[in-house]
């Protein structure tokens, strides 16, 4: 069973580099339809950890991957 985790998170904005909340959360995006309250805490902890940001000026949160996140992808794809 596939779960909701960061590495799934990383890749998929990875993929598309920059998503709305709305889209990260659809089932053809993540592979999955998460739990958006899961989804949120994932995309905070990874915001914090400055592996992802939200585009400032953006009238719908919209989230996009930093240089740090999309090594740390690669680093988590080749564990």
Not at 26 to 50: I, T, V
Request: proline content about 1%; overall charge positive.
């Amino acid at each position: 069973m596939s779960a909701l985790n960061r590495i799934r998170v990383l890749n998929t904005l990875a993929k598309h580099e920059t998503l709305t909340l709305t889209d990260m959360g659809k089932k053809e995006n993540l592979g999955l339809a998460p739990d958006m309250r899961h989804l949120q805490l994932l995309l905070n902890k990874l915001e914090q950890g400055s592996y992802i940001q939200k585009l400032q000026g953006a009238a719908v949160c919209t989230y996009t991957i930093t240089d740090k996140g999309i090594a740390e992808a690669n680093r988590l794809k080749a564990v």
